[in-house]
């Protein structure tokens, strides 16, 4: 179906498990069409949560970053990377590298940070021939169809991630921290309530707690925004947890997370999180010169997996305080 937005003056194609989409005629002036619908397509974000936008005809990464930057207040520069970007400039990186057959589930971008973005800019300059959508899942709704007792626990205690640095798998430290100066990193860690362990060959480990649910700074709408099921060990396919357990050690693992009280969570929580995500995803295939824009904190994002050439950009805007989004635990170094 298809109505007139109110708020944005704009058509947005609606159906049922797909995002919100916004049929672009650019005629070849991508910059011109993003500066005089900026303000548009941030309302069809605001209303929907997400905008896919279709016909913009994007071909490469300096003209993909001229948009990102005219849709934005402002791009951030990537800090606490779970996994490598290349960076094609200031502000605008690659997807994170990730094996091709994996998927990466339903997450809040940088939800561990202090400061995250609010708005995620997507473009595809090369599609897959198979699978590979960005899908996206209102987060208030999946909080709502979560069981009761356990997203209490989560608002009472928050989640903890552990990540363990080593130069094999994930970020290093460097391109975690934009450095490896111990001295930086320490800082860093005791300005945004990380704790941190040199190990004796060099590593790091790190512990952050954080809360599980957080109202929409806009909104105050209460929002299931985390990464506990992405960057739990149990959403690992079986032989890569089975390879890093038999290498690393369950305490050493690149990224676990846990409990806010340090207590493990459980195969089946993580996989009831990952059912409920499911049931409640709106996906549509990339096609080359696609524009996505997803509203970070109300709006939870996957990556599927994919056969063939896949290129697409992203850009994090618009930096959001956890401050000033209730949070529901104090925000000390776990």
Not at 71 to 89: D, H, I, Q
Not at 167 to 196: K, L, M, P, Q
Not at 258 to 264: I, L
Not at 279 to 297: F, H, I, K, S, Y
């Given at each position: ?90 502000g605008v990186y ?133 990464q506990v099921a ?50 409640n995803t709106a ?52």
């Amino acid at each position: 179906m298809s109505f007139m937005s109110t708020a944005s003056l704009v058509d947005v194609e609606l159906e049922p498990g797909k995002p919100p989409l916004l049929r672009a005629e650019a005629t070849g002036d991508t910059l011109s069409w993003a500066a005089e619908h900026r303000d548009a397509l941030r309302a069809v974000v605001d209303e929907h949560g997400s905008v896919l936008v279709r016909g913009l005809g994007l071909r490469d990464a300096a003209e993909t970053g001229a948009v990102f930057s005219k849709l934005a207040t402002g791009l951030m520069t990537e800090k606490e990377v779970f996994a490598p970007r290349r960076t094609y400039s200031d502000g605008v990186y690659s997807s994170s590298t990730w094996p091709a057959n994996q998927p990466m589930c339903m997450h809040h971008e940088l939800s561990y940070t202090l400061d995250f973005p609010g708005l995620m800019m997507f473009a595809c300059l090369s599609a897959p021939t198979d699978g590979g959508a960005t899908a996206v899942a209102d987060s208030p709704t999946v909080l709502d169809a979560l069981p009761a007792e356990l997203t209490e626990r989560f608002e009472r205690e928050g989640w903890l991630l552990t990540r363990s640095y080593n130069e094999e798998i994930g970020a290093s430290v460097a391109e975690a921290f934009g450095t490896d100066d111990r001295g930086a990193v320490e800082s860093y860690c005791r300005a945004n309530a990380i704790t941190f362990e040199w190990q004796p060959d060099g590593g790091l480990r790190t512990r952050q707690r954080r809360s599980a649910v957080v109202r929409h700074p806009v909104t105050g709408r209460r929002c299931w925004f985390n990464q506990v099921a992405f960057l739990n060990e149990w959403t690992m396919a079986p032989e890569v947890r089975e390879y890093l357990m038999d290498v690393y050690g369950a305490d050493g693992l690149p990224f676990n997370t846990r409990f806010g009280n340090g207590d493990p969570i459980s195969e089946d929580v993580v996989q009831l999180l990952n059912s409920v995500y499911e049931a409640n995803t709106a996906r549509e295939p990339w096609q080359a010169g696609d524009l996505m824009l997803v509203d970070n904190v109300r709006t939870a994002h996957s990556r599927e997996a994919f056969e063939g050439p896949r290129e697409v950009l992203v850009a994090m805007a618009d930096p959001v305080h956890l401050a000033d989004c209730s949070p529901t635990v104090e925000v000390i170094a776990g």
